[in-house]
């Protein structure tokens, strides 16, 4: 499935400009698709500066002008993946993207990507990898919307402004950086952002949608593991079905479908082998759509996207008997969590090490498992898909 500028379409931020869809949100092809929202137009929720740069939110942009020159850097690392942004520059402005990037980046050739934003640099323009390769025709991207869309894939790095391909770039050398951080800078000038969206790129099938080929149902358990229309039907309960694969560092992305108001569920990860004595020792993304009378910011229960007694889903965002989609990831001890392409969970586990998730910190891989909680459960996965991240470095 294909979306935006690496179609050949128009650009958003042209497009978007003159048509009433509100900036930041995606559509649901795009969420169903595994496109999520870095910045969600309304806070700096999965960011954090790396210096005094005087970024703050303004009619769904993130900008600034103002301080030393640094970056509002992503909380989540990530390694191969499609990029879209959308980004304004002052006139004589000087900023950029950052790709792949180390939180405090020195050197461009060595510790990031640097996708420029600049008119008037001397050597590397607007469209360029700062360092590493110019644009194949000279851009501008001063004092007007442009858009980029950037495909990140091993050593490549593609990249089209305004749906046209100004770049290819391959980076074959033994200091390949692999993955990173995502920087949004600003150096000279001011510089706005907004429609930051990401899609994970290499995810593999995690189930084939006609077998329980690669899963295993954990002994002791009540609940009913079926395949229904390229589904895995959950009934009863309590009980678990966990992959025969382990995973450690990765990026999960699930279809859940609740046939209930206010079921609970969850998807467990880098669990220990499941047993009739201790079936589910592992860290709970949550599966659990209530909230405190008409405020989703008040979940019930941690709220579907929450680590389950760790840490609270911020907001609840996905509604019982709807497909929504959840994406996971966890990065030594850093987990992110996003549903319906909204992250809702940016947590670290700060506890000391253990093998059991239950009571302390487990980096080392370990099982996905798809929890049936009670005997009212009555839920469907579909498109469970994973990728796991390659180490740091080059």
Known sequence: MCFGVWCGTASPAVAQDKATKKHNELTTDEVSAGWVRLFDGETMFGWKANN?????????VVHADSGDPGLLVTTTEFADYELRCDFRLSKGGNS???????????????????????????????GALVGRQKPIKEVVGEERWRSYHVRVEGPKVDVKLDGEL?????????????????????????????????????????????????????????????????????????????????????????????????????????????????PSNGYEAQVHNAWKGDDRSQPVDFGTGAIYRRVPARRV?????????????????????????????????????????????????????????????????RNLRAVELPKRGG
């Open 317 to 381: 965002v996905s509604n019982d008997f709807e497909w929504s989609t959840m994406t996971v990831s966890a990065q030594g001890p850093h987990v992110s969590v996003w549903v319906n392409g909204t992250q809702v969970t940016d947590w670290i586990d700060t506890r000391k090490p253990n093998d059991n998730p239950r009571d302390g910190l487990r980096v080392k891989p370990g099982h996905f498992s798809l929890q049936g909680h009670d005997p009212t459960t009555d839920l469907l996965f």
């Open 96 to 126: 950029g993207i950052f790709l792949r990037s180390a939180f405090q980046p020195k050197d461009p050739t060595k510790d990031c990507y640097e996708l420029n934003m600049c008119d008037s640099h001397p050597a590397f323009k607007t």
């Open 52 to 60: 005094d740069v005087n970024w703050k939110v303004t009619d769904g």
């Open 166 to 278: 100004i770049l290819t770039y391959s980076d074959d050398g033994s200091g390949a950086l692999r993955r990173g951080f995502i920087g949004l800078q600003k150096n000279v000038g001011h510089a706005e952002y907004r429609n930051v969206y990401l899609r994970p790129l290499g995810t593999k099938p995690l189930f084939n949608g006609k077998d329980l080929t690669g899963w295993r149902v954990v002994p002791g358990g009540k609940s009913e593991f079926k395949v229904e229309d390229s589904a895995i039907h959950v009934r009863n309960g309590r009980g678990f079905l966990e992959t025969e694969s382990t995973w450690g560092d990765f990026f999960l992305q699930a279809e859940i479908k609740t046939n209930g108001k206010h079921l609970n569920s969850g998807i467990f990860f880098r669990a220990m082998p499941g047993t009739a004595e201790n």
